[in-house]
C-alpha cells in the first residue's frame, strides 16, 4: 500500500535488482552497489546505461 509512495522517493522496495540485470543482459553498467542499512539489507545501487 505504501510502495507507490515510497516509489516517489526515487526507490522501489519490491524491484529485483538480480533480475533487472538479467533481463537488461549487456546494457547496463553497475557503477556502484554498496550496503548502507542493515547490514546490507538495504543498498545504494546506481546504474548506468551502457552505449551499445
Do not use: C
Not at 9 to 31: C, W
Not at 34 to 40: D, I, K, M
Amino acid at each position: 500500500m505504501i510502495r507507490p509512495v515510497i516509489k516517489l522517493l526515487g526507490t522501489d522496495i519490491g524491484l529485483d535488482f538480480d533480475r533487472l540485470v538479467e533481463n537488461n543482459n549487456g546494457t547496463l553498467l553497475v557503477k556502484e552497489d554498496v550496503p548502507v542499512l542493515f547490514n546490507g539489507m538495504y543498498r545504494k545501487i546506481v546504474l548506468s546505461k551502457q552505449r551499445i
